[in-house]
């Protein structure tokens, strides 16, 4: 009667544990979700259960970047948008890192995107512009689709990662750097 009593209670908590995992399982369906829970689920059932995931965080590994080529750099910067495209999705091909270039704290506002003040040291600093065909609407499939081709990440070299991105980039800085005059002047134009 005990082993029959103990079957039963095993099996009882064995259904409830696959029930919460598939009740998580569909809650943290949205990319943006899960990588806000990651914390919730210890690594090696997160790993089982969403390998895929795993697979596409792990495609940026935060490095010093100080001594790296611009290539390495750009590199970094597509990873980056792999790894965490949370904020918008890649609605079709690979993004390319297409402009690159050291920028200084000082500089940043002609590019639109605002001041900088770091306390203390300024690290060294890269612009990356990354092309794609990208949606910014979010993930709520009731938003319109708002669609861009350009995200910007200014870099800390020294840290390995973006300090600051932007998507949907406007303005004469950028229609002037990327050569491309379908840039529009202010983000209004574009429906941000």
Known sequence: MNKLLMSLALVSASI??????STLSNALSDRCSLQNQLSILPPEIFNKIFPEEVNR???FQKRPLTS???KEI???AVNYTLAHSCRFKILSGIPEAIFARP???AEIPSTGFGEFDFMGKEPPLM???VKGNFDISGFQSSNPRRSTKYTAYIFDLQAGTPIFSATGLAGEYF????NDSTVPDDLES???
């Open 16 to 21: 409830c544990t696959v029930l919460s995992i």
């Open 57 to 59: 965080l792990s495609i």
């Open 68 to 70: 790296a080529s611009e």
């Open 74 to 76: 750009k590199q970094a």
């Open 103 to 105: 920028i200084k704290a």
């Open 127 to 129: 612009l990356v512009v």
């Open 175 to 178: 229609r002037n750097a990327l």
């Open 190 to 192: 574009v429906g941000l």
